[in-house]
T-cell receptor
Framework: RKEVEQDPGPFNVPEGATVAFNCTYS??????FFWYRQDCRKEPKLLMS???SGNEDGRFTAQLNRASQYISLLIRDSKLSDSATYLC?????????????FGKGTKLSVKP | EAGVAQSPRYKIIEKRQSVAFWCNPI?????LYWYQQILGQGPKLLIQ??????VDDSQLPKDRFSAERLKGVDSTLKIQPAKLEDSAVYLC???WGGGQETQYFGPGTRLLVL
């Protein structure tokens, strides 16, 4: 089983749509969880951290279910500028406290 | 505040040649990471430095890859000799510390091995 698994997509949605991405992770000792955004031919950038209580940042909502080892990202009212690859990221448990483990990413394309 | 700088941005070499990449982290960041991102994959950690010491190089193919951060600031990653499967983007990231701090990525070096 891969450490972090995501549906690669692509997700093709119209402007204004709501889209949800899911992610599962294998290491129950993982401590921190994130969503990164990566535009085409650019570096990854932190979109938001994910907390057990769920957290929201504008149109973006992230949820974490530790029991199921499942992370989600919901984007409401999609904009053209949301088109990017969304990477699910887990900070490894155990001794490598700082290490980030990335999923393959889910590609989102928002169309007019 | 200046971000993480990397050079070159692009490099094309033939297999069995050598190549080196350079990274200058954000000023004051103690921790520096090198990642390899193959097309269609997420970044994979190659090596982590804390100041000038190696914290984790468990995923670095040490028969051909080497990295150093001699003065605890900028860093170089070398591949010698390169293989076709080394074609990837090499991303450098830095963070204030080595624990839970946010990592900031540079623009990457895109390597093509022919």
């Amino acid at each position: 089983r891969k450490e972090v698994e995501q549906d690669p997509g692509p997700f093709n949605v119209p402007e204004g749509a709501t889209v949800a991405f899911n992610c599962t992770y294998s290491n129950s000792a993982s401590q921190s969880f994130f969503w990164y955004r990566q535009d085409c031919r650019k570096e990854p950038k932190l979109l938001m951290s994910v907390y057990s209580s769920g957290n929201e940042d504008g149109r973006f909502t992230a949820q974490l279910n530790r029991a199921s080892q499942y992370i989600s990202l919901l984007i409401r009212d999609s904009k053209l500028s949301d088109s990017a690859t969304y990477l699910c990221v887990v900070r490894g448990g155990g001794g490598s406290q700082g290490n980030l483990i990335f999923g393959k990413g889910t590609k989102l394309s928002v169309k007019p | 505040e200046a971000g993480v700088a990397q050079s070159p941005r692009y490099k094309i070499i033939e297999k069995r040649q050598s190549v080196a990449f350079w990274c200058n982290p954000i000023s004051g960041h103690a921790t520096l990471y090198w990642y390899q991102q193959i097309l269609g994959q997420g970044p994979k950690l190659l090596i982590q430095f804390q100041n000038n010491g190696v914290v984790d190089d468990s995923q670095l193919p040490k028969d051909r890859f080497s990295a150093e951060r001699l003065k605890g600031v900028d860093s170089t990653l070398k591949i010698q000799p390169a293989k076709l499967e080394d074609s990837a983007v090499y991303l450098c990231a830095s963070a204030w510390g080595g624990g839970q701090e946010t990592q900031y990525f540079g623009p990457g070096t895109r390597l093509l091995v022919l």
